[in-house]
């Protein structure tokens, strides 16, 4: 799909995608030649077509995480089913959210982290850890966590 | 009002690209399979005849003879596999654009719902309280492409893909695998298992997927002292599916209770608690016999 400027002829451009809740998803688009935003909003049965296919509306923003369909969707998985950074090698499993070496997160962040369903907790933490190495990004923040989420389109994240 | 430009006439790509988007995840999962010789599926039309009892012990007699063999429980609903190869419920590691697959004791590379659910706990999705039959298959067939793509299961001789009772998910499978080897049909000796199961030989025909042989499970009970074999059902399902489909019978499984109890128990690859038995060691008669020499004339079937 694409969205047309009638005013300016002009090819809008995606911005972001959001939840805003009972299950519409918003894609917005903005002219670039006059500014002018629209957003299309999905209703439930076209958000769920959407996501159970696993595609994006407005295309992908971070590369497709491993199981992330599962991770997503799946309603009540094992709390401790996935590790998504390697043992050490003594074999014990990382626990510490700020392992030497990488992107570290705050006090905050952390406790926003914490709320994220285990499930899919690590993919979420990849994605912004992700996010923030790209950008030399030492420390994760609630902003940045915002930033990213705005960026990213990262809607229910 | 302007003339409105079409979707072509516009320039810019549309980011959106929904085919694109699923094009790419057939992409992933052709690319993930690349390092696998043959991927075969183990059906059957209908429910209790011993699906997955034959595709672990297919794997495990696979897996015996030296192959790298990989399981991909594809009944998401009912998964058993994963207990039955004895291969413990853990963490699974996720590296770069996969998760690790874990192993049996024989080294079989297995993958199931099983290892995600809580105990006990049936597969629902995160969907709108309404029409949700609507959207089970759809995120199903996304499950099951995401066993396959984002499962690092590297380079398999042979990976068996354990489907649930009925057609559906064939459909899917072949449609996500369109290389299939082919499917091996698991029925017991009963008019009613020969009338359910043939339904799927015909759909598997009608699409094109080639039926590989015939597994009679359950063809009759193998008394534990005298080895006699005494049957357990009247019928001869095996023998007219193999008409039907122009395909040999791998085997025929007589029932044994401790075969039964160890594979439930996670021990029937290393034959009932002990040590893996090797083949000059199996009584004629036994399951374990049976099971390889469905497997050899499997792979006598695979080019």
Redesign the interface.
């Known amino acids: 799909?694409?969205f047309?400027c009638?005013d300016c002829?002009a090819?809008m451009?995606?911005e972001e995608r959001e939840l805003p809740g009972d299950?519409t998803l918003a894609a917005t688009f903005k002219c670039p030649s006059c500014g002018r935003s629209v957003a299309m909003l999905t209703n439930?049965?076209e958000t769920?077509?959407?996501s159970?296919?696993?595609?994006?509306?407005?295309?992908?923003t971070v590369?497709?995480q491993?199981?992330?369909?599962?991770r997503?969707?799946?309603?009540?998985?094992?709390?401790?089913?996935?590790?998504?950074e390697?043992?050490a090698a003594d074999g014990r499993?990382p626990t510490a959210v700020n392992p030497p070496g990488r992107v570290t997160w705050d006090a905050a962040a952390t406790e926003r982290l914490s709320r994220v369903p285990s499930?899919v907790r690590?993919?979420v933490k990849r994605i912004y850890a992700d996010y923030a190495a790209e950008r030399g990004i030492a420390r994760i923040t609630t902003d940045v966590m915002d930033t990213a989420r705005r960026e990213l389109g990262l809607e229910g994240m | 009002m302007?003339r409105?430009?079409t979707?072509n006439d516009?320039?810019?790509p549309?980011?959106?690209?929904?085919l694109g988007?699923?094009t790419?995840?057939r992409s992933?999962v052709a690319a993930r399979l690349a390092p696998v010789r043959h991927v075969v599926a183990v059906a059957s039309g209908k429910g209790g005849v011993g699906k997955s009892f034959v595709t672990a012990g297919l794997a495990a007699a696979l897996a015996r003879s030296s192959r790298a063999i990989g399981v991909l429980d594809a009944d998401l609903q009912s998964p058993t596999a994963a207990r039955m190869l004895g291969v413990p419920?853990g963490?699974?590691?996720?590296?770069?654009?996969?998760?690790i697959p874990p192993r049996s004791a024989d080294g079989i590379r297995v993958m199931s719902s099983e290892?995600?659910?809580?105990e006990g706990?049936p597969?629902?999705?995160?969907?709108?309280a309404h029409?949700r039959f609507?959207?089970r298959g759809?995120?199903e067939t996304?499950?099951l492409?995401?066993f396959l793509s984002?499962v690092e299961w590297g380079t398999l001789d042979v990976l068996l893909v354990d489907l649930p009772p009925g057609g559906d998910r064939l459909g899917a499978l072949t449609e996500l695998v369109p290389n299939l080897a082919g499917i091996v049909v698991v029925t017991i000796p009963s008019d009613a298992s020969l009338r359910a199961v043939r339904r799927g030989v015909r759909e598997a025909r009608d699409r094109g997927v080639r039926v590989l042989g015939i597994v009679e499970n359950m063809a009759g009970y193998a008394c534990g002292k005298c080895g006699e074999v005494s049957p357990l059902f009247s019928g001869d399902a095996a023998q007219q599916l193999a008409k039907d489909a122009d395909a040999p019978i791998l085997a025929s499984i007589p029932f044994d209770p401790a075969t039964q109890k160890a594979w439930d128990g996670g021990t029937g690859a290393r034959g009932h608690g002990t040590a893996a038995p090797q083949s000059s060691q199996l009584p004629a008669h036994s399951p374990a016999a049976a099971l390889e020499r469905a497997a050899t004339a499997l792979m006598s079937r695979l080019p």
């Open positions: 799909m694409k047309l009638i002829d090819q451009a995606f299950g439930p049965m769920q077509l959407v159970s296919l696993g595609v994006e509306i407005g295309g992908r590369p497709a491993p199981m992330e369909l599962i997503t969707r799946v309603e009540g998985g094992r709390e401790d089913a996935f590790t998504d390697a043992p499993l499930f690590g993919m | 302007p409105i430009r979707y516009l320039a810019e549309d980011r959106s690209d929904l988007q699923v790419a995840q992933r419920v963490r699974l590691e996720v590296t770069g654009d996969a998760v290892l995600l659910l809580a706990a597969l629902q999705w995160k969907e709108p029409e609507v959207w759809t995120l996304g499950m492409r995401e984002d």
